[in-house]
């Protein structure tokens, strides 16, 4: 058994949730962004996973997950009617970003303990290579 071989794998996974909370937690910093650098609202940023093939020398092929990309949500905002708003249009509607605080904090709950799995598994792997290396002395 190859104790190695499965915290490679869980690297993988570790690196893509820590990516995924990350995202998260720049969509809930920017819900009430209603102007950014390239104008307009803020866009929620959603996270996409795809398989990746670890080829390892000497040994048989390994499978982990990572990010494919990370894309723009493409809903539409909410129009919220304020005309003091300094972007808002001339019929004082004001497009906010189509950030949804409980979608976000469902998806940074998930991550979280998607995280915290695979960590744990980390922790597993670890505990019993020691275990391996007490028993041979």
Same mark, same amino acid.
């Given at each position: 058994?190859?104790?190695? !071989?499965?915290?490679?794998?869980?690297?993988?996974?570790?690196?893509? &949730?820590?990516? $995924?909370?990350?995202?998260?937690? +720049?969509? /809930?910093?920017? !819900? &009430?962004?209603?102007?950014?650098? =390239?104008? =307009? %609202?803020? #866009? *929620?940023?959603?996270?996409?996973?795809?398989?990746?093939?670890? #080829? $390892?020398?000497?040994?048989?092929?390994? &499978?982990?997950?990572?990010? !494919?990309?990370?894309?723009?949500?493409?809903?539409? =905002? +909410? +129009?919220?009617?304020? %005309?003091?708003? %300094?972007?808002?249009?001339?019929?004082?509607?004001?497009?906010? %970003?189509?950030?949804?605080?409980?979608?976000?904090?469902?998806?940074? /709950?998930?991550?979280? *303990?998607?995280?915290?799995?695979?960590?744990?598994?980390?922790?597993?792997? $670890?505990?019993?290579?020691? #275990?391996?290396?007490?028993?041979?002395?």
């Amino acid at each position: 058994m190859n104790l190695v !071989a499965g915290i490679d794998i869980t690297s993988g996974a570790l690196s893509a &949730q820590k990516m $995924r909370l990350d995202i998260v937690a +720049q969509n /809930i910093a920017n !819900a &009430q962004t209603t102007r950014t650098a =390239g104008g =307009g %609202p803020y #866009k *929620r940023q959603v996270v996409s996973f795809e398989s990746e093939l670890i #080829k $390892r020398t000497g040994g048989a092929s390994l &499978q982990t997950v990572r990010i !494919a990309g990370v894309s723009n949500d493409r809903t539409p =905002g +909410q +129009q919220v009617h304020n %005309p003091q708003h %300094p972007d808002a249009n001339e019929d004082g509607l004001v497009e906010m %970003p189509n950030v949804n605080l409980a979608y976000e904090m469902v998806d940074l /709950i998930t991550a979280s *303990r998607a995280y915290e799995a695979n960590l744990s598994v980390v922790k597993t792997s $670890r505990t019993l290579a020691q #275990k391996t290396f007490e028993i041979g002395r």
